[in-house]
């Protein structure tokens, strides 16, 4: 998916949401694990439930991963079950990978190959040529780690040189001369979100991916104040608030109220800023 | 595998080789693709033919990822096939994983319960909440990226503070209070082996794992000269150049022999310099 469709999808929908698929055994539903692919049958539900009020869906990886070969499966079935039944969906493979050149490669094949991601999230320690192979596949996007939602976001991520340039800032700087808002998104954390404004200033034209609004703490409205541009420029992140809504029999259709509430209030932001 | 085990290896094998399993199914025997699992049959033969020479191995996670769950399924079978033959040998993830606290938790279960490795290359860039889930887990370890091999490691990981500090430095410095010398590793490239002597007054103690011997062209004796502990303290890693020795049906042979010439300079490295 290319810019220009990414917008088109925001302007139609009303909406920059981005439901994350965490998806833990150990969280969904009981009645789901009598199913034969339990971890499936809940990302089909939720899916189902919320895509009219979504523009992007993230499988965060670890969760498939952590179930062996089976989460594999699931994690193929879901991305298949999106492709075909809402191709409008941005799908983020959300795995943090970053690797030497020739393993990175690897990566992008893996994610844009056999799986059929639109993006993946990458981590920056290793530079340019572990980002670089991401970068070469037409209409595919990174999804570079810039400045994160955790605690730990401040054990490197604000280090500072000596022209006051924070690590975070030079990972902005830098890679933007590696690929460019056609191919190159951000991820920064809502629970930064007085830094959006400054960011802003380094990356104007690039789209943001904001984790950390919902269970994180992080705040919709300050996203939007501070980070919206001309295109949206936001692809903002709800997981656990809106898949756990509830864990009944009912889970589907309370992930849905969930998603449309965030829809609802940023279809107000969207009239509001752009 | 505890810190002692390991060291006890290395003397009675008189190596700290680590053999690379980048299984690239482009670059193997031609052969081998009428087997089943032509990866895990290559694996295989690599590891009956190397295994007396090394005391780990390090599949490279990209490489199996990029086959979709077919990889996966090569993946498991070789680490299954390692631990029941070869119980003496440490097993590394190279995976090069790391995100918030609760998904590191997700990645740590992936790779030390789903499978049974004794160890994960992390990526530092999101801090102590990333890391610390991996280091949570008895006997198994954490392999931090300090300094890597590759080009891009100047991008960033040489960005220096107000305190002359570079970033390597400080992930050094601010991860050994997250662990210890027991549970957490760093790879250092072998690219990069003139920094050795100064990263060993950060963390004397604490295994390297070295890349970059072999093809990325690092030199295995500058690596013992100047990174050397009385307990060894290294894992050299070689991959291309062993496992790729040759490509006809005596691939294995080959390997045996590339293998065995580093395992007799490291055994006469290990005379000189413990």
């Given at each position: 998916m290319n810019r220009e469709e990414l917008f088109a999808n925001i302007q139609r929908k009303k909406s920059f949401l981005c439901v994350g698929l965490d998806t833990d055994i150990k969280k969904?539903?009981?009645?789901?694990?009598?199913?034969?692919?339990p971890i499936f049958e809940f990302n089909k539900a939720i899916v189902d439930a919320t895509a009219e009020y979504c523009i992007a869906y993230k499988p965060n990886l670890a969760f498939y991963e952590s179930l062996g070969i089976e989460g594999w499966k699931s994690l193929e079935l879901t991305v298949k079950y999106i492709r075909n039944n809402y191709p409008d969906q941005f799908l983020i493979a959300d795995a943090k990978r970053g690797d030497i050149g020739n393993t990175s490669q690897l990566y992008a094949r893996a994610f844009f190959e056999a799986f059929d991601f639109d993006s993946v999230t990458v981590a920056p320690y290793m530079g340019e040529d572990s980002v670089s192979p991401f970068l070469s596949y037409p209409n595919k996007w990174v999804i570079l780690?810039?400045?994160?939602?955790?605690?730990?976001?401040f054990d490197f991520q604000?280090?500072?040189?000596?022209?006051?340039?924070k690590l975070f800032e030079k990972v902005l700087k830098t890679s933007k001369t590696w690929g460019n808002e056609d191919n190159l998104m951000y991820v920064v954390g809502a629970?930064?979100?007085?830094m959006l404004q400054q960011i802003r200033t380094l990356v104007p034209d690039n789209f943001l991916l904001v984790p950390g609004v919902g269970a994180q703490g992080g705040s919709l409205e300050d996203v939007a104040k501070f980070g919206m541009n001309r295109q949206c420029g936001l692809i903002v992140n709800s997981s656990r608030a809106i898949i756990?809504?509830?864990?009944?029999?009912n889970f589907a259709q309370a992930a849905r109220l969930e998603a449309q509430k965030v829809q609802q209030a940023m279809s107000q932001l969207l009239t509001q800023y752009l």
């Amino acid at each position: 998916m290319n810019r220009e469709e990414l917008f088109a999808n925001i302007q139609r929908k009303k909406s920059f949401l981005c439901v994350g698929l965490d998806t833990d055994i150990k969280k969904i539903p009981l009645h789901l694990l009598d199913c034969e692919n339990p971890i499936f049958e809940f990302n089909k539900a939720i899916v189902d439930a919320t895509a009219e009020y979504c523009i992007a869906y993230k499988p965060n990886l670890a969760f498939y991963e952590s179930l062996g070969i089976e989460g594999w499966k699931s994690l193929e079935l879901t991305v298949k079950y999106i492709r075909n039944n809402y191709p409008d969906q941005f799908l983020i493979a959300d795995a943090k990978r970053g690797d030497i050149g020739n393993t990175s490669q690897l990566y992008a094949r893996a994610f844009f190959e056999a799986f059929d991601f639109d993006s993946v999230t990458v981590a920056p320690y290793m530079g340019e040529d572990s980002v670089s192979p991401f970068l070469s596949y037409p209409n595919k996007w990174v999804i570079l780690l810039a400045l994160t939602s955790n605690k730990g976001a401040f054990d490197f991520q604000f280090m500072e040189n000596k022209l006051d340039e924070k690590l975070f800032e030079k990972v902005l700087k830098t890679s933007k001369t590696w690929g460019n808002e056609d191919n190159l998104m951000y991820v920064v954390g809502a629970t930064k979100a007085d830094m959006l404004q400054q960011i802003r200033t380094l990356v104007p034209d690039n789209f943001l991916l904001v984790p950390g609004v919902g269970a994180q703490g992080g705040s919709l409205e300050d996203v939007a104040k501070f980070g919206m541009n001309r295109q949206c420029g936001l692809i903002v992140n709800s997981s656990r608030a809106i898949i756990y809504a509830d864990n009944t029999e009912n889970f589907a259709q309370a992930a849905r109220l969930e998603a449309q509430k965030v829809q609802q209030a940023m279809s107000q932001l969207l009239t509001q800023y752009l």
